[in-house]
T-cell receptor, first 113, second 113 residues
Framework: TQLLEQSPQFLSIQEGENLTVYCNSS?????LQWYRQEPGEGPVLLVT?????EVKKLKRLTFQFGDARKDSSLHITAAQPGDTGLYLC?????????????FGQGTILTVHP | EAQVTQNPRYLITVTGKKLTVTCSQN?????MSWYRQDPGLGLRQIYY???????DKGDVPEGYKVSRKEKRNFPLILESPSPNQTSLYFC????????????FGPGTRLTVT
C-alpha cells in the first residue's frame, strides 16, 4: 500500500502569515492532487501536479511536485481567514492496484483574523 | 447541475441492522468510489468501481459491500453494522479513474450504537 504522510497535522496562524504544508511518501506517484474540505462538505479539488519538479500557482497558493515524484508541498502566502479548512493530498496507486486512490491524513488550517 | 448525491445525510442505527447508503451521479462518470473519514486518518478508500459491473476493494473493505448495476448509481451496503463503522462516509466520481478530478458527494454521517 502506498502511503502519504502529511505534516503538520494542525496549523493555527494569524492572518497575513505564510505557511507550507507537506505531503511525503516513500513511493513514486504518477501524479498528486490537492483538495480542500470545509466543514459539512466534501473535498474540492484545488490542483493536480503531474510532472516531477512542476510548480503550479493558484492566486496565493503555490503547489510543487518533487523531482522524484515522491513528495509535494502547498505554500500559502499571506493567509486569510477564508483559507481556513482541511487540506488533503491524494495520489493514485499504480500497477496491480490501479483504481485505488490514497489520501494523506490531512492538515487542519485555522487562520485567525 | 452536475453533482453527486448521497442519501441519507444522517443515519443513526443499531448494531446488526442492515443498511444501504445510496450514491448517484449525473455526470456520466465511469469511476466511482466510497471513502470513510475519521479524525486524524484522512479519507480511506472502501471500494471503487472502474465501470458498470466492475468493482474492487480499496484499503478498508471489511464489513462493506457495493454493487454497480448502473453507471450512475453506486450503493454502499453494510449488512451487519458494528460500532466501529461509525464514521463520515463520502461517495465520489470521476470521468476516468483515480488520477482524474474526484467529485465528492456531501457526505453521510453514520452512527452505529
Amino acid at each position: 500500500t502506498q502511503l502519504l504522510e502529511q505534516s503538520p497535522q494542525f496549523l493555527s496562524i494569524q492572518e497575513g502569515e505564510n505557511l507550507t504544508v507537506y505531503c511525503n511518501s516513500s513511493s513514486v506517484f504518477s501524479s498528486l492532487q490537492w483538495y480542500r474540505q470545509e466543514p459539512g462538505e466534501g473535498p474540492v479539488l484545488l490542483v493536480t501536479v503531474v510532472t516531477g519538479g512542476e510548480v503550479k500557482k493558484l492566486k496565493r497558493l503555490t503547489f510543487q511536485f518533487g523531482d522524484a515524484r515522491k513528495d509535494s508541498s502547498l505554500h500559502i502566502t499571506a493567509a486569510q481567514p477564508g483559507d481556513t479548512g482541511l487540506y488533503l493530498c491524494a495520489g493514485p496507486a499504480g500497477g496491480t492496484s490501479y483504481g485505488k486512490l490514497t489520501f494523506g491524513q490531512g492538515t487542519i488550517l485555522t487562520v485567525h483574523p | 447541475e452536475a453533482q453527486v448525491t448521497q442519501n441519507p445525510r444522517y443515519l443513526i442505527t443499531v448494531t446488526g441492522k442492515k443498511l444501504t447508503v445510496t450514491c448517484s451521479q449525473n455526470m456520466n462518470h465511469e469511476y466511482m468510489s466510497w471513502y470513510r473519514q475519521d479524525p486524524g486518518l484522512g479519507l480511506r478508500q472502501i471500494y471503487y468501481s472502474m465501470n458498470v459491473e466492475v468493482t474492487d476493494k480499496g484499503d478498508v473493505p471489511e464489513g462493506y459491500k457495493v454493487s454497480r448495476k448502473e453507471k450512475r448509481n453506486f450503493p454502499l451496503i453494510l449488512e451487519s453494522p458494528s460500532p466501529n463503522q461509525t464514521s463520515l462516509y463520502f461517495c465520489a466520481s470521476s470521468i476516468g479513474g483515480p488520477a482524474y478530478e474526484q467529485y465528492f458527494g456531501p457526505g453521510t454521517r453514520l452512527t452505529v450504537t
